[in-house]
């Protein structure tokens, strides 16, 4: 199977190489081809909600024209951004289509990671998971989530959970608050703020081990938070890289 990993520059951008490491060590031990760009722009998909159209179209045909060469089976990525924007904005603003399905990690390893299930070893921690805004409220596409961090023997997964979900007959997930990674670009004056306070609000009450978030961005907006509170008892994870660890 050949890979095509979305998102790799973001991931170093921010920071967050022990993630692309995690993601890069599962897809070895699956022994998928994986490919990715070199020259990948940060935050392509961003260009769309900033407005930015003068560039809109020499991006992304730039990144379809990447696809074609590559030719890979599936595109997966940590931001679930560009999964949405190549499935709605871009073939109806620009016309646009890819050769190949592009969808969240969490899709593509509840997939892959049912076959290695009695592979996989017990991670005995309570962990919290924060379902990121465009996958969950946006593409309602939650479930993948849970169904990967299932496959984890004795890890006990806690969400945020929203008063009248329930009597509105939705899921929580749809619900779930935004740990103000975002903030940086839109309102960075509010952004220590924000992500003190999801910390100090949302995460700390449900007490977990770990915590983190479906998506990249949200992920690297719990860790800045946890730095910010200065809390110490929570360490930030992504969900790869449980798997990776439970992973024998």
């Given at each position: 199977?050949?890979v ?21 060590s ?16 940060v935050c392509?998909?961003?260009?769309i ?7 809109m ?47 969240h990690?969490?899709h ?48 006990d997964?806690?969400?945020e ?22 903030l940086?670009?839109a309102q ?10 999801y910390?100090l609000?949302v ?11 479906t ?15 200065e ?8 969900f ?9």
């Open positions: 199977m050949k095509l990993l979305a998102g790799r520059a973001n991931l170093l951008h921010t920071n967050q190489e022990d993630v692309l490491d995690s993601i890069l599962l897809m070895d031990k699956l022994g998928v081809e994986l490919f990715y760009i070199e020259d990948e722009k392509m998909e961003a260009a909600n900033l407005g930015i159209t003068d560039k179209r020499e991006l992304f045909e730039s990144f379809k024209k990447r696809v074609d060469e590559i030719k890979p089976d599936v595109i997966v990525s940590a931001y679930a951004a560009g999964v949405a924007k190549w499935r709605r904005e871009i073939p109806e603003m620009l016309g646009l289509k890819l050769s190949a399905p592009y969808i990690l969490t593509f390893f509840a997939d892959q990671l049912k076959k290695h299930r009695d592979e996989l070893k017990p991670f005995p921690h309570r962990y919290f998971l924060q379902h990121g805004c465009t996958l969950g409220r946006k593409l309602g596409e939650y479930e993948p989530a849970r169904q990967v961090l299932s496959l984890v023997p004795e890890i997964v806690v969400e959970k929203y008063p009248t979900a329930e009597i509105e007959g939705m899921d929580d997930a749809l619900f779930n608050s935004c740990p103000g990674s975002w940086n670009f960075p004056e509010l952004g220590d703020y924000v992500k003190e306070n910390i609000d995460v700390l009450p449900l007490q977990p081990e770990y915590a983190g978030s998506c990249a961005n949200g992920h690297f907006g719990i860790r800045q938070g946890l730095e910010i509170a809390v110490e008892e929570i360490k930030p994870l992504y790869t890289q449980i798997l990776d660890q439970v992973w024998r």
